[in-house]
């Protein structure tokens, strides 16, 4: 499931006892013990040595990012070939500082995965590691998993290969630089392909019916002594930036099922119901939806910048339900696909943020050397499908939390003000219903309501302390 980035205007002090209380309830650390810190201190002077590396220095690799990162998993190059391009993709190579049981494995597996709050986030790993001896950051020499990926012209993959490499990144480039520098044609090669490539992605991905959400970040602005919510619209080169993380994904997937090992990152398709409940907010945003049309058209059909359209994606994430991590099963003669991707699909590259990733990797790249992965490597695979499933709850209920702490900030002051809104669902004795501007979803009592009825709501009270909005229809 896409998260959702929340910014929030922190000098409220009912906002910062918000996300204190947060943190409290969800039991989010809010330091790393100093056992562990000490240890990946010590490793990070002294990396292990797990094999022979290629020597890719000379690749002239960029990250790209968002605005004060630093926990960089991924860098990018790409050149052209006949008949195709050549994507590399260098990955932080966690396995070369963390030892399987060691302190610092034992705390990521109690974390799971980074967890991000608009204070301040929990990071997987200490510091020292994620934003420094492990990032791929252009300050040096750095041990990477490489991948090597070549595509035809039509952006579908031909072969790959995923390699232990010591690489050196140039430059760390925001997304606005990026997407700068490529509107204004100063580009290097790499990122006029980056464009090419990512919309060529992006077209095979919507003729297999695969839907990548461009969930918009949502910002807390103060205006005229009180609160309204916006949208900032991502960039396109961020959807592009997206595209070669989901390759590297899918071809890890398909090198795990062939191999008959590993870990894929799994989610069921749309159900009838979530889908009636999505055509029900389209109406109520005005956004046309066709009999004929179907889901993944709709999405990539969204004009970016309108605020309907990122009302929209943001409920449409309720249609990514039971989303988790599934073992490759030798026996099977098929595996659970990513419904949203319509694709088998691993995650392998984030893997300073996500602790399934350094396992996957570590599969993969023995699948690729043809040999089998180590036995310690399969053991640590079996108990991962439910840390992570752990992990992403807390991450989850952490960013819905968010969501409505910045809600009750929008919504603080206007009690007994009357609200457009449109039923979306139903659910015994409970309505769904959302609410046009601010978009905000809540729930009435469902004995004088049916499903698509477009009514008013009134706002009855505001609970920043319960993180709570209450309505009843006006």
Request: include cysteine; charged fraction near 30%.
């Given at each position: 499931?896409?998260?959702?980035?929340?910014?929030?205007?922190?000098?409220?002090?009912?906002?910062?006892?918000?996300?204190?209380?947060?943190?409290?309830?969800?039991?989010?650390?809010?330091?790393?013990?100093?056992?562990?810190?000490?240890?990946?201190?010590?490793?990070?002077?002294?990396?292990?040595?797990?094999?022979?590396?290629?020597?890719?220095?000379?690749?002239?690799?960029?990250?790209?990012?968002?605005?004060?990162?630093?926990?960089?998993?991924?860098?990018?190059?790409?050149?052209?070939?006949?008949?195709?391009?050549?994507?590399?993709?260098?990955?932080?190579?966690?396995?070369?500082?963390?030892?399987?049981?060691?302190?610092?494995?034992?705390?990521?597996?109690?974390?799971?995965m980074?967890?991000?709050?608009?204070?301040?986030?929990?990071?997987?790993?200490?510091?020292?590691?994620?934003?420094?001896?492990?990032?791929?950051?252009?300050?040096?020499?750095?041990?990477?998993?490489?991948?090597?990926?070549?595509?035809?012209?039509?952006?579908?993959?031909?072969?790959?290969?995923?390699?232990?490499?010591?690489?050196?990144?140039?430059?760390?480039?925001?997304?606005?630089?990026?997407?700068?520098?490529?509107?204004?044609?100063?580009?290097?090669?790499?990122?006029?392909?980056?464009?090419?490539?990512?919309?060529?992605?992006?077209?095979?991905?919507?003729?297999?019916?695969?839907?990548?959400?461009?969930?918009?970040?949502?910002?807390?602005?103060?205006?005229?002594?009180s609160?309204?919510l916006?949208?900032?619209?991502?960039?396109?080169?961020?959807?592009?930036?997206?595209?070669?993380?989901l390759?590297?994904?899918?071809?890890?997937?398909?090198?795990?099922?062939?191999?008959?090992?590993?870990?894929?990152?799994?989610?069921?398709?749309?159900?009838?119901?979530?889908l009636?409940?999505?055509?029900?907010?389209?109406?109520?945003?005005g956004?046309?939806?066709?009999?004929?049309?179907?889901?993944?058209?709709?999405?990539?059909?969204?004009v970016?910048?309108?605020?309907?359209?990122?009302?929209?994606?943001?409920?449409?994430?309720?249609?990514?339900?039971?989303?988790?991590?599934?073992?490759?099963?030798?026996?099977?003669?098929?595996?659970?696909?990513?419904?949203?991707?319509a694709?088998?699909?691993?995650?392998?590259?984030?893997?300073?943020?996500?602790?399934?990733?350094?396992?996957?990797?570590?599969?993969?790249?023995?699948?690729?050397?043809?040999?089998?992965?180590?036995?310690?490597?399969?053991?640590?695979?079996?108990?991962?499908?439910?840390?992570?499933?752990?992990?992403?709850?807390?991450?989850?209920?952490?960013?819905?939390?968010?969501?409505?702490?910045?809600?009750?900030?929008?919504?603080?002051?206007?009690?007994?003000?009357?609200?457009?809104?449109?039923?979306?669902?139903?659910?015994?004795?409970?309505?769904?219903?959302?609410?046009?501007?601010?978009?905000?979803?809540?729930?009435?009592?469902?004995s004088?309501?049916?499903?698509?009825?477009?009514?008013?709501?009134?706002?009855?009270?505001?609970?920043?302390?319960?993180?709570?909005?209450?309505?009843?229809?006006?």
């Open positions: 499931m896409p998260a959702r980035k929340v910014r929030v205007p922190q000098s409220d002090p009912e906002l910062v006892a918000g996300l204190a209380r947060i943190r409290t309830e969800l039991e989010i650390p809010e330091r790393v013990p100093a056992d562990v810190v000490a240890a990946a201190s010590a490793a990070a002077t002294r990396p292990r040595e797990l094999g022979a590396r290629i020597d890719l220095r000379d690749v002239p690799f960029v990250t790209i990012d968002p605005v004060g990162s630093l926990d960089l998993d991924q860098a990018y190059a790409a050149e052209r070939r006949r008949g195709g391009t050549r994507v590399r993709y260098a990955i932080a190579d966690v396995a070369a500082f963390v030892v399987a049981d060691d302190a610092v494995d034992v705390e990521a597996h109690r974390r799971g980074t967890v991000y709050l608009p204070d301040g986030r929990a990071p997987l790993y200490p510091e020292v590691l994620g934003e420094g001896a492990a990032s791929l950051l252009p300050d040096g020499d750095r041990p990477a998993l490489c991948w090597t990926i070549d595509l035809d012209d039509t952006g579908a993959p031909t072969g790959w290969r995923l390699e232990r490499a010591t690489v050196r990144s140039r430059r760390k480039m925001t997304y606005v630089e990026a997407q700068a520098e490529i509107d204004d044609a100063s580009a290097a090669e790499p990122l006029v392909l980056l464009r090419e490539i990512g919309l060529l992605r992006q077209a095979q991905e919507r003729a297999r019916g695969g839907v990548s959400l461009p969930l918009p970040s949502q910002e807390v602005k103060a205006h005229g002594g609160y309204e916006a949208y900032d619209v991502p960039l396109a080169v961020e959807g592009w930036n997206a595209q070669i993380s390759l590297a994904g899918i071809c890890a997937a398909h090198t795990m099922i062939d191999g008959g090992v590993g870990i894929l990152r799994t989610l069921p398709p749309p159900d009838d119901r979530s009636d409940r999505l055509r029900r907010v389209a109406h109520a945003l956004i046309e939806w066709p009999a004929s049309k179907r889901y993944a058209d709709v999405v990539h059909d969204l970016p910048g309108d605020p309907e359209a990122e009302a929209f994606v943001e409920q449409a994430v309720e249609t990514l339900r039971g989303a988790g991590y599934t073992l490759v099963d030798p026996a099977a003669t098929t595996q659970p696909e990513h419904g949203a991707l694709t088998p699909y691993a995650h392998v590259t984030a893997p300073l943020r996500r602790l399934a990733d350094r396992f996957a990797n570590e599969v993969v790249v023995a699948l690729c050397a043809e040999r089998a992965p180590a036995p310690e490597v399969r053991a640590a695979l079996d108990p991962l499908p439910d840390v992570m499933r752990d992990a992403g709850r807390r991450a989850a209920a952490a960013e819905r939390a968010v969501v409505d702490l910045a809600e009750t900030l929008v919504l603080r002051g206007r009690v007994g003000e009357v609200f457009p809104a449109t039923v979306v669902d139903l659910d015994g004795d409970r309505a769904t219903v959302l609410v046009r501007h601010p978009a905000v979803e809540t729930n009435i009592d469902a004088t309501v049916q499903l698509a009825d477009e009514i008013e709501v009134r706002l009855r009270e505001v609970d920043p302390a319960q993180r709570r909005v209450t309505f009843e229809r006006a």
